[in-house]
């Protein structure tokens, strides 16, 4: 491995003290231009960079923010970062960004991470279970601002923002409804550890606000994954009466979807309709293209990154911090969506 130079070889390479190399970095100004110059060279001859992260800590303020995604490969944590990094970055903040899996437990350990970094503040995508809870408290006794967003334990008491995800599914399982579905299936069911969030918990209630029931075998408590899926979209398609309607949570559980559909030679929307929550590009661009609700993810990583900026420069007024924002998604309707073939009765509760 390549020793990485420093500022002490900066400074015998230019026959400068190591006080006067620092100098023409941040005071440039205040040196001569034939002492700039040779410091200057040396820096180029030497490829030396600055530990920024250094002298951020010996100046008391970290100039880094972590972010926690539950999936990479999730296109909504990945637009989400890159509109929070835009952000952080026009107000000289770097970020870091580590992924839990939606896991508590796999999320312990790169909380330790981040905060060995010395990082200035979280934003954080929770991980299900209790595993790390213990330790995001103990961050914040130390004085770390931790944000939440996409989703919250329901004993949280960190500011969040996020869809409101039981208007959406209540919007959801309406749209469908309204269209003569009975038969409807969500791609999740809800569960205290393995999947407890919000568009699975509000799924049945929806249901029943309009009559319907969610039969016993279409609960499947499953991963918020494009296999996962893929393998229940098979299973619910398979069963005697089968559902004339899909739901999927995320827009990678709808590409799973897509792809069992297909493979059972079924149409969208004639043999069945789906809906996703999600305005990923793909769903625009197969045929039939997908029902979706739109989250504002955009609006979402502003308006957390613009808390986390506030929190660090002191701008927030007390209690602001404990905010709660939830936003509301937008149904789109396009064309895998369409009256069940054969009329439905409503299910009796």
Known sequence: ????????????????????????????????????????????????????????????????????????????FAQFARAAARQLKAADYTLIISENEYSARLELPELRRLYGQRVAAIMLRPGYGPDSREYLERLRGRGLFILEYDYVPDDSAFPSVMLDNAQAMREAVAYLHGLGHTRIAALGTYDPVVHPEGRSRTFPQAMRERGLDVPPEYQRVTLLTEESAYALTHELLALPAPPSALIALTGTQAIGAFRAVHERGLDLPGDLSLLTFDNYPWTALVNPPITVIEQPVEQMAWMAAGAVLQALDGDLPPGEVERHVVLPGRLIVRGSCAPPRHPQLVSSL
């Open 1 to 76: 491995m390549a020793r990485v130079s420093t500022i002490q070889d900066v400074a015998r390479l230019a026959g400068v003290s190591a006080t006067t190399a620092k100098r023409a970095l941040r005071d440039p100004d205040k040196l001569t231009p034939e002492t700039l110059m040779r410091v200057q060279e040396a820096i180029a001859q030497l490829h030396y960079e600055p530990d920024v992260r250094a002298g951020s800590l010996r100046g008391g303020q970290s100039r880094t923010v972590g972010l926690v995604v539950a999936s990479i490969v999730e296109p909504f």
